[in-house]
């Protein structure tokens, strides 16, 4: 049990991101919000515009964009992730570690540590400039094989807009990040 300090405080979602609003300015709902959320994310919803947030890149002057989705995007977003990801994941190469759940830095490293040893040599790491900015909308939709009403929503998110110091920017091509 709680004390009655706790009781009513919100709870905080584990992530970094956890109190950077999107466009609708929630940072953190607590968990009767989120039994609403969870209702309400289970009929036909209209994306809504990311907040541009830029953050500054380690050792650089230079900034990169980041959108911020709403509380209610992030849901349905995760809804729709745990759908689709299984099947992704049995598609990729096991010897591939970038943007992949459970899967980290380290773990790319521990695998190129034991192939030199091993007497294996051959290791690429790719990073691929403005890579996200340039994703075809219409090439990436064509690839998802999923009910129409989930890609009705990832088009949305993809087409959705971003909100950068009050202004409005259309999005005709990439991904957030």
Known sequence: MLPNSQ???????DNQGKKT????????ISPK???ELAERIKG???????????IPKPGRDEKRPL???TI?????QALV???LEPEWEAKFEGTSYGFRSGRSAHDAIARIYLSINKGEYFVLDADIAKCFDRINHDYLL??????NSLKRDLKQWLKSGVLDNGVFEDTKAGTPQ
């Open 7 to 13: 009781l009513n405080k919100p709870a905080l979602q």
């Open 21 to 28: 609003a999107g466009v609708d300015g929630v940072k953190i």
């Open 33 to 35: 919000q989120r039994f």
């Open 44 to 54: 036909n919803l209209k994306a809504k515009a990311l907040r541009r947030v830029w």
């Open 67 to 69: 959108g911020i989705p």
């Open 72 to 76: 209610q995007d992030r849901a349905r």
């Open 81 to 83: 992730k745990s759908a």
């Open 142 to 147: 064509s690839k998802i094989h999923c009910p």
